[in-house]
């Protein structure tokens, strides 16, 4: 029933590790630097995180795999804000570490049907599609800032017409100077609509709906909603409340979401410190994305194969089993939550 954390843990010269694992699990639970009377007044016992093992990491000198476990109760239901909060809050600052990655978490059964999932997930989305028994084919407009919304829109309609099953805007492209996002929302729907008739199939665009502050967000996903489309799209760097908040909305109109993962590699490509894309991975599919960039192998953006199937698995497997090679370090059954897609980012060229 205790949430499990699995953290690489590089101590500073000098400390052992398994006091510098107990420190980790001290710090992103009920202890501080000291000793204070207060902990008297509750049940540290209970509450405190626990360093159960410590393990070399295999082909290396300093560095050490830290199994943390959590009560439950540490933890408000159904929010990732304040999970993150406390797994990720200040340990990464601690002195006593000379670096530190989340690897691997496993959330279990009973916190995880506090979070509603993703809406539709692969096989709703293929029925209003009506699409299957293929990969569905997209690709991103291309240069992603400078057109205006006309030509914008003009890509749109001759991708969709020559085949793809979507376009969808880049990450930066929200609502600037050279195109305000009603008008390129407006080019859009017109090429989707455009293709769809001259095809015969259902197609689409990722709207990005990303925006300064959730009031700005909600009336850009509402007026795509209005004119037709069957896609939004946020970015990772609108934080984990905002997403979840934009999955509650999309829940709400029946609304594929889609999140591009941008900012992840900032904390996610670095092998020592930061936090292992699996983990971003399974914190989606509980917020209730259903669509998540999950990286290529043959791209432009840095990808093992062992390592992108593993964020496959995470995002598709109704059940994760222990897989090393992948990455898995634990059982995980995904309470009946549904599957996210995942998206090859970064091209397949």
Request: one cysteine or more; aromatic letters at 10%.
């Amino acid at each position: 029933t205790d949430i499990l954390a699995l953290f690489r843990i590089t101590p500073q010269p000098g400390v052992d590790p398994v006091e510098a694992a107990a420190a980790v699990a001290g710090e992103s639970s009920t202890a501080t630097w000291t000793v204070v009377w207060t902990d008297l007044l509750t049940a540290c016992d209970i509450y405190r995180a626990k360093a159960y093992r410590v393990d070399p990491v295999p082909g290396t000198n300093d560095q050490f795999f830290a199994y943390i476990a959590y009560e439950c109760d540490l933890f408000e239901e159904g929010s990732l804000a304040n999970l993150t909060a406390s797994i990720i809050g200040n340990v990464f600052g601690f002195k006593a570490v000379k670096a530190l990655r989340l690897e691997d978490m496993r959330i279990p059964f009973a916190y995880l049907k506090t979070f509603q999932g993703p809406a539709t997930g692969v096989i709703v989305e293929r029925e209003r599609l009506d699409k299957f028994g293929r990969p569905l084919l997209g690709a991103t407009v291309k240069p992603k800032l400078g057109l205006s919304g006309k030509n914008y829109g003009r890509v749109v309609y001759e991708g969709l017409r020559g085949g793809l099953d979507f376009l969808k805007d880049d990450e930066n492209i929200n609502s600037q100077p050279f195109m305000r996002w009603k008008e390129r929302f407006l080019y859009c729907m017109e090429g989707v609509n455009r293709a769809a008739a001259a095809t015969g199939e259902v197609k689409g665009s990722y709207l990005n709906v990303t925006a300064g502050t959730i009031e700005n967000m909600y009336e850009r996903a509402e007026y795509a909603n209005t004119i037709g489309t069957v896609i939004v799209m946020v970015d990772l760097v609108i934080g984990y409340t905002a997403i979840q908040t934009m999955a509650i909305w999309a829940r709400k109109a029946q609304m594929i979401l889609h999140l591009h993962r941008a900012g992840n590699s900032t904390y996610a490509r670095q092998k020592n410190h930061g936090i292992n894309f699996r983990v971003i991975c399974k914190w989606m599919r509980m917020a209730g994305v259903d669509h998540i960039h999950a990286g290529t192998v043959v791209g432009k953006l840095e990808g093992d194969p062992l390592m992108v199937r593993g964020f496959y698995n995470t995002l598709l497997l109704t059940e994760l089993k222990v897989n090393l090679a992948e990455g898995l370090f634990f059982d995980m059954d995904w309470a009946s939550l549904r599957k996210c897609v995942p998206v090859a980012s970064g091209g397949i060229h």
